[in-house]
């Protein structure tokens, strides 16, 4: 695989990002995850931190266009009286997909943000 594990990493990552545009969640867990969780170990990642980035991809998937799920969701919820389109909410929705993928970046950086609790815990 060109570039590695971390190659293989973002090209699955890429992946599960845009089935995320299109697919509901519990879809694409039950569609990917069997054909990838056995190359998670071979690669050299951690099995819970690299299925808690895979949770994280998703969610950041769902907030962004073109389906986004979420900002449906929010339509959905927002009152008729405020008369909000549907760009004014992808705009506001755009600071924390940004801050999401702060999140992402930091979590690949510093695998133990995740792995520290449950690490503790097995102790």
Known sequence: MPGGKWGAFGIIMFIIFLLGFFIDW???LFIIIPIISPLVEPLGFDPLWFAM????NLQTSFMTPPFAPGI?????????????SMAEIIRGV???????????????IFPEIILWLPGKMIK
């Open 72 to 84: 449906f969701f929010l339509r959905g919820t927002a009152s008729p009286d405020l008369g909000l």
């Open 94 to 108: 755009i600071p924390f997909i940004i801050l999401v993928l702060v999140g992402v970046v930091l979590l690949v």
């Open 26 to 28: 519990i879809g694409i």
């Open 53 to 56: 980035m895979v949770c994280v």
